[in-house]
């Protein structure tokens, strides 16, 4: 099962940020959480990860809260083609030193002209 | 994505025949996943590699099997398909990361589609 918690659905205003949230209340001391997006039929697509400080790419950044409890995924400036559904994942178990990240529902994101 | 491709794109088979999968990525990864996606169900993984001939089952593992004997190249079989098979079923390579046991990122392929009739 999914370790994470995450709204279904959300809308966003392009040009605006959109800010995407994830619980992950059991979350253990060495467990990573990583966002991926899918759009609509294509593989998902690696986006972020982080261990408990704040990171930033070029794609987004990740805040991480202090008790490494919850996340927010940040868009800071939406583009139509941000339309996707966005997983958030804690890493699971490592066996013989491949990792399995399970994905949950995910939250669909859209992005309003 | 580059350095990994799905073959075929879309398949339409009859329940109780072989199918199998083809995975086959130019990257020189280890890690290798196949991940089914269905409607309310999010991607599961079904079996994964982390080196020639060798393998290991994921959450919804009955009713496939794969193998692995190059590393470029990672096949998932069904050996009789069910219409419970019908799916869309994605590869997956895992790039290593830079220190510790740090995941740098899957990259997926662009999946193929499954419909057994």
């Known amino acids: 099962d999914a370790k994470t918690t995450q709204p279904p659905s959300m809308d966003c205003a392009e040009g605006r940020a959109a800010n995407l949230p994830c619980n992950h209340s059991?979350?253990?001391?060495?467990?990573?959480v990583y966002w991926y997006r899918q759009i609509h039929s294509q593989g998902p697509q690696y986006i972020i990860h982080g261990l408990k400080n704040n990171e930033t790419n070029e794609m987004a950044s990740l805040i991480i809260t202090e008790d490494r409890k919850s996340s927010t995924l940040i868009l800071p400036h939406a583009t139509l083609r941000d339309t996707a559904v966005y997983y958030c994942?804690?890493?699971?178990?490592?066996?013989?030193?491949?990792?399995?990240?399970?994905f949950g529902q995910g939250t669909r994101l859209t992005i309003n002209p | 994505d580059a350095g990994i491709t799905q073959s075929p794109r879309h398949k339409v088979t009859e329940t109780g025949t072989p199918v199998t999968l083809r995975c086959h990525q130019t990257e020189n990864h280890r890690y290798m996943y196949w991940y089914r996606q269905d409607p309310g169900h999010g991607l599961r993984l079904i079996h994964y590699s982390y080196g020639v001939k060798d393998t290991d089952k994921g959450e919804v593992s009955d009713g496939y099997s794969v193998s692995r004997s190059k590393t470029e190249d990672f096949l998932l079989t069904l050996e009789s398909a069910t219409s419970s098979q019908t799916s869309v079923y994605f590869c997956a390579i895992r790039s290593p990361g830079q220190g510790g046991m740090a995941n740098y990122g899957y990259t997926f392929g662009s999946g193929t589609r499954l419909t057994v009739v």
């Open positions: 059991t979350i253990s001391g060495n467990e990573y």
């Open positions: 994942i804690v890493s699971s178990e490592w066996i013989q030193g491949a990792q399995k990240l399970v």
